[in-house]
């Protein structure tokens, strides 16, 4: 899983009152900026924001895990986001996101993208290891926490 973190995209938000959409969007550009399988970045950003419409992405304990299989990615990547403040995601248990873990795939990579999303959200059901991430204030400090989850 390590494989598809990329240093270059990961995000330190130290938002004051930014929603949502716009911490996706920033992190949709960065992602588009940052790696060569984004094809289309306004089309993956709507495809991202049509799945959260259909069903919060917040799996809870403060993670969010928005997600979208699209012809606007030619390879499966991934992004995080660590965020100050935290961001409403209406998740289930109705705590605010602090972490965001952006993932795009291809159309056609169903099994990989799937067992991609269920393994991020069993490891982020780990008090220790989310508290590891938030507790991260450099790039290098979460790249190492991120190491020791895989």
Do not use: W
Request: proline share 2%; with cysteine; hydrophobic share 45%.
């Amino acid at each position: 899983m390590l494989s598809y973190f990329n240093i270059k995209m990961i995000n330190f938000f130290d938002n004051k009152s930014v929603l949502k959409d716009e911490i996706l969007k920033i992190m949709v550009s960065n992602m588009a900026e940052n790696c060569e399988a984004i094809q289309d970045k306004e089309g993956f950003y709507f495809e991202v924001l049509e799945r959260e419409s259909v069903g919060t992405t917040g799996i809870g304990m403060g993670v969010a895990i928005p997600h979208a299989r699209t012809n606007s990615v030619k390879e499966i990547v991934l992004a995080i986001g660590v965020l100050k403040n935290p961001v409403d995601f209406n998740s289930l248990d109705g705590e605010k996101v602090k972490i965001i873990v952006l993932v795009g795939a291809p159309k056609g990579e169903s099994k990989r993208y799937l067992e991609l999303l269920s393994s991020l959200s069993r490891i982020f059901r780990d008090k220790k290891i989310r508290d590891s991430i938030l507790e991260s204030t450099t790039t290098e400090c979460l790249i190492e926490a991120i190491a020791e989850i895989v």
